[in-house]
């Protein structure tokens, strides 16, 4: 018998929250109703001029609404992501929020970077899968290549014959656009067995991940405003 005291479950609502998906995309991307009308009225036409031609209705009477709107999910789902990257792009700990979100082949990244220079926030983080060990930096190409280097020999002492694949994130010549970032990761081929993954997975842990003390009353979310212009020297 249920207590009395406990609260039925919320059920989400799946309007509001593509809605709120809406919202936030519109605000970094302006023209985003003007492309979804585009991306519903296209295909809407494009049926209905296949309906008239054929005079097959029974089959494009259905179509005509429900094609346009898929269309247009596909698009603002891809719209959200496009602002979503835009919205963090170039901020300290943004690579980390999208490895966040990386949970396919047995892929696990940290939660908190393996390395990070305190002056200029840059960072290093690591994941481990299938596809072996990932160091994903952030800041100058130049600047952050001792941070990798100290990190691959750190590795390569436990994990001598281990893959290790990396990837220096940021906007400018020669490095991973944020947007591509998942993308890269996921081309990858997977070089381990579950069981190798899970010895890899017991070395891994031993190395630990960086631990920067948190200065009381500040927020570890938001860098000086210095953070920024100091990882584009």
Known sequence: MAKDNEKPVKKRNIFKQMFEVYKMTVEFLPKTPLYLLVAFFVPFFVLLALMLLTSHYLIFIPLLLGVPILVVLFVLSRLADFAGFSSIDGKPGAAGAILGTMK?????????????????????????????????????????????DKEVLKIKRV???????????????????????????MKVKPVLTKAELEAVRKRLHALGVFKMPIPKGMDPTKAPKNARRARGR
């Open 159 to 185: 994990l001598p014959n281990v893959q290790i694949t990396i990837f220096n994130t940021g906007n400018d010549a020669g490095q991973l656009p944020l947007k591509k970032l998942k993308r890269s990761v």
């Open 104 to 148: 396919f082949g047995g892929l696990v990244f940290n939660q908190e970077p393996v390395a990070i220079d305190p002056r200029t926030y840059d960072m290093l983080f690591r994941g481990v899968g299938r596809s072996g060990v990932f160091l994903i930096s952030e800041g100058p190409t130049k600047r952050v290549k001792k941070m990798i």
